[in-house]
């Protein structure tokens, strides 16, 4: 897709959970499966991020301009590690 379309700066992905199943996360992951287009997605953004950040892909051009400096996380995870794909879906 993004090679496809150049007004792309990042896509995600359904999602299916494996080996943790459980009602409310199945809820969860069947709610993110519904929010495919940018419509359902714009509109998601107050229940919860719409699509998990670990189903991004982004373009490195974009990881530069929305860090500054391309890191989107470098060493040990800390609070801020949601910013940048947060940053990025808005």
């Not at 995600?12 to 959970?17: G, I, Q, R």
């Not at 500054?68 to 879906?89: A, H, K, N, Q, T």
Request: aromatic letters at 8%; charged letters at 25%; hydrophobic letters at 35%.
């Amino acid at each position: 897709m993004l090679r496809g379309d150049g007004s792309l700066h990042g896509v995600s992905c359904l999602l299916k959970t494996v080996g943790w199943q459980r009602q409310g996360m199945e809820r969860y992951v069947e709610w993110q499966n519904s929010c495919v287009s940018h419509l359902q997605m714009h509109k998601g953004r107050f229940i919860e991020i719409p699509a998990l950040h670990q189903t991004g892909l982004f373009r490195t051009e974009t990881v530069m301009q929305v860090t500054g400096e391309g890191i989107y996380r470098d060493g040990p995870s800390d609070e801020d590690d949601l910013d940048v794909p947060v940053d990025m879906w808005w």
